[in-house]
C-alpha cells in the first residue's frame, strides 16, 4: 500500500474515534473524555434544536461544564453516529455523520422518551494530541417524544 493511502485510513480511524468518543462521553457521562475532543475553543451551533443564543465561539471547558448540568438530570441518553463521510485536507477535516440521540427521563409530565434524528457535520483540525473538534453543527431532520423532558433535565442537573 502506498503512504497516502495507510494515512488516509488513519486519519479515517482517528476521525470515526473522535465522534465515538463523543457519543460515548456524553452517554457515559465522562466529562474528561467529552472533553478530549475538542480544541480549546469550539463552535458548538445546535441552532436547529435550541436557536438562541446564536453559535459562537465559546471555551470547550464551558461546553462541557454547560452539557453536564443538563446530563445530569437526565436518567440515561444513548447516542448512535453512522454514515461517517470524511473530507480530509491535510491537517483538516469534516466528518458527515448521521445520529439519533436517545434521551430518558420519567417526569410525570408526558412521556418519558425524547428522541432527536439529524446529521452532524463537524470541523476537526489535527494538533499534537490528536484530531480535535473546533466546529459541531448539528442538522435536526426529526424530533419524537417529550421535547419538554430537556428544560426538566437541566432544572434538575442545577440542583
Request: charged content about 30%; cysteine-free; glycine content about 6%.
Amino acid at each position: 500500500m502506498n503512504e497516502a493511502l495507510l494515512q488516509r485510513l488513519a486519519d479515517e480511524s482517528d476521525l470515526r474515534d473522535l465522534i465515538h468518543r463523543y457519543a460515548f462521553g456524553l452517554d457515559t457521562k465522562d466529562w474528561a473524555l467529552w472533553r478530549s475532543v475538542f480544541a480549546d475553543e469550539v463552535i458548538m451551533d445546535m441552532s436547529d434544536y435550541q436557536p438562541e443564543p446564536p453559535p459562537r465561539a465559546a471555551a470547550a471547558d464551558l461546553i462541557v461544564k454547560n452539557a453536564a448540568v443538563l446530563f445530569a438530570g437526565l436518567e440515561r441518553s444513548q447516542h448512535f453516529m453512522g454514515s461517517h463521510r470524511y473530507e480530509i485536507d491535510g491537517d483538516r477535516a469534516t466528518i458527515t455523520a448521521h445520529m439519533r440521540a436517545e434521551h430518558w427521563l420519567h417526569t410525570g409530565k408526558g412521556g418519558d422518551r425524547y428522541t432527536m434524528f439529524g446529521t452532524y457535520t463537524d470541523d476537526a483540525v489535527r494538533t499534537p494530541d490528536g484530531w480535535k473538534l473546533i466546529r459541531v453543527k448539528l442538522a435536526l431532520l426529526r424530533e419524537e417524544g417529550n421535547r419538554s423532558l430537556m428544560h426538566e433535565a437541566v432544572r434538575l442537573g442545577r440542583k
